[in-house]
């Protein structure tokens, strides 16, 4: 894509070339939450030529990141976007610029321009990254492009929240029979404990890069709830995650499951394992006027 100008800040928005990747880390790093590894070299671009479709859509994503550069043609911000060619929806996946509300704003114009065949463009909801980044914005500690995007037409609402706690080098756990799995999506292992051979709750955890770890989920079967297996369960995860070197953890809460009546019951457990809660995490949507939309 041509670049752009951006007369709010007399910078210009522009493709990402392999030497802005330090700055670029720099610039997502400046917003990463507790618990989160930092950016990796290599990472801003790791899925840029094949992002996974979302299900249901046989078409791949057309990733593209662009920098946001100044006179000198440092990089002063980052847009992450994607489309699909058999779906008239863009996402904005990655959105950096050290909370500078003219940044912001010259960047999800300049998103906002190369998704124009879309009807509709969502940010920070649940879909593919480009390089697997955290899925929803943190509301409070990114006020700024939370009002960029409300200021571009965006609508926003809450999708969870993010929990973080910092592992002891040893964390007492239940002694309890689970049986220990390698998981493909999201890569990790999931613990399973059985009753009868039966699977009757499950997790799934993950480490990452900087010693970080992530409890993806928990589940527990209806008909074996309030029995304490869930506790039991994520007893044992934080014990394995100690074992492996984790030294923090993290976990979302979203509100799908939020909404179900075990609600109250999933915060009363991370809470009581030490969880702190960190910030909301909001997914947003973009649609077009009718009058104004284009043909793809």
Request: proline share 8%; charged share 25%.
């Amino acid at each position: 894509m041509a670049s752009s100008p951006s007369p709010e800040s007399r910078s210009t928005v522009r493709p990402y070339r392999p030497e802005d990747e330090s700055a670029v880390r720099d610039l997502i790093d400046a917003d990463r939450l507790p618990g989160q590894p930092h950016c990796l070299p290599g990472q801003p671009t790791a899925r840029r030529n094949g992002a996974a479709p979302l299900s249901g859509w046989a078409a791949p994503a057309r990733p593209r990141i662009s920098v946001l550069v100044d006179a000198g043609d440092r990089a002063r911000g980052i847009v992450a976007y994607l489309s699909w060619a058999d779906v008239r929806t863009g996402l904005i996946c990655r959105l950096h610029a050290r909370e500078n509300p003219p940044a912001l704003r010259a960047l999800i114009r300049h998103a906002l321009g190369a998704l124009a065949h879309c009807l509709r463009v969502e940010a920070f909801v649940d879909a593919p990254a480009v390089d697997g980044g955290l899925v929803g914005l943190p509301r409070t500690r990114r006020a700024a492009t939370h009002d960029a995007l409300v200021q571009s037409g965006f609508t926003g609402r809450r999708q969870g929240c993010y929990l973080h706690r910092s592992l002891p080098a040893e964390v007492p756990s239940a002694r309890v029979a689970v049986d220990v799995l390698p998981c493909e999506m999201p890569h990790g292992r999931r613990l399973i404990i059985r009753e009868a051979a039966e699977p009757v709750a499950e997790a799934v955890i993950g480490v990452g890069s900087d010693r970080t770890a992530t409890i993806h989920w928990i589940e527990t079967l209806p008909s074996r709830r309030r029995r304490g297996l869930a506790r039991l369960l994520l007893g044992q995860a934080l014990a394995l995650l100690a074992e492996e070197g984790a030294t923090e953890v993290s976990a979302v809460l979203d509100d799908a499951q939020q909404r179900s009546p075990g609600r109250a019951a999933a915060s009363r457990l991370f809470d009581s394992f030490g969880f702190t809660f960190v910030d909301d995490l909001w997914g947003y949507q973009h649609q077009r006027p009718r009058a104004t939309r284009q043909d793809a």
